[in-house]
């Protein structure tokens, strides 16, 4: 079984709640190519200000950044952690790449999935894996359009 809570900040917009059930679907998906068949994590979706404290908090980067993962580690098993995503950098990169915000939202959670999983981008090598997971899972939500910024994140 798969439990994914999304809880949206007071200080986001409310209509965000529609863009949970696309959300879920993403992580799902993304959970589903890797094969996991029990799962659960959390999402956040939260402004700049809210991530920028996070982000110095917990890796030491004074600044926003559009999404955050924070594994649970393998003690935790089956909870994988929790995400936290900017809805003000998101609307950003969305506007920027020409795409809609849930579709920089879904990207943004398989993102954030695929880093609970141990996926990262530090590397060449790594990057290369960590992106084709992400664009497979795009394409199966017919997101192949929707591509990764190169901003610093996570």
């Not at 917009?13 to 996991?36: C, G, N, R, W």
């Not at 068949?37 to 920028?52: F, G, M, V």
């Not at 990169?93 to 530090?122: I, K, R």
Request: net charge negative; charged share 25%; glycine share 4%.
């Amino acid at each position: 079984m798969i439990e994914i809570d999304i809880f949206v900040a007071e200080r986001v917009d409310a209509a965000l709640k529609t863009a949970v059930p696309s959300l879920e679907t993403a992580v799902q998906i993304t959970l589903m190519q890797e094969q996991i068949e029990a799962a659960a994590l959390s999402i956040l979706l939260t402004d700049d200000a809210e991530i920028q404290e996070m982000n110095r908090d917990y890796r030491g980067e004074d600044r926003p950044t559009d999404v955050l993962s924070f594994a649970a580690g393998d003690e935790l098993e089956p909870y994988l952690g929790d995400i936290a995503i900017s809805v003000e950098t998101a609307v950003s990169q969305a506007e920027h790449a020409g795409h809609d915000l849930v579709e920089e939202l879904q990207l943004l959670a398989v993102h954030g999935t695929l880093h609970l999983l141990g996926y990262d981008h530090l590397h060449p090598a790594e990057k290369d894996e960590m992106w084709a997971r992400q664009t497979a899972v795009l394409t199966q939500l017919n997101l192949s359009h929707v591509t990764p910024t190169e901003a610093p994140h996570d």
